[in-house]
């Protein structure tokens, strides 16, 4: 296993200090600047005050972003997996339609 690195990172005007493996610094890093994004436009918008309610309203918006996202690619599957059950179906129907002496 990677030995941790520290990864230092600044949300909201204040520093932070996350362990993580060096394969992971990349995604983390991503997500710290997403994260600050979401609260500076959250704080942008004048209408919640505080580092902590901020915060939370963030984490409540991401939240709701990664459920809807993976709802939207839970029913993509499903249909994905209606349309190859089909092409099955109509697979084995004609491999039993084939002529008599064709591998089946």
């Known amino acids: 296993m990677s030995e941790a ?3 230092d990172m600044r949300i909201l005007d204040k520093d932070y200090r996350v362990a993580c493996t060096p394969q992971e610094k990349p995604a983390l890093v991503n997500a710290a600047r997403y994260l600050d994004s979401k609260m500076r436009e959250i704080k942008d ?3 919640i ?4 309610r901020i ?3 963030a984490a409540l918006n991401i939240a709701y972003e990664l459920l809807r996202h993976r709802d939207d690619h ?3 599957l499903n249909l994905a997996c ?3 059950k089909k092409m099955q ?3 084995e129907h004609a ?3 084939s002529p008599k002496g064709a591998a089946v």
Do not use: F, P
Not at 49 to 52: D, L
């Open 5 to 7: 690195v520290a990864v």
């Open 45 to 47: 918008s004048g209408k």
């Open 49 to 52: 005050i505080g580092s902590e």
């Open 55 to 57: 915060a939370v309203m």
């Open 74 to 76: 839970d029913v993509d």
């Open 82 to 84: 209606v349309e190859i």
């Open 89 to 91: 179906d109509k697979l």
């Open 95 to 97: 491999l039993h339609l």
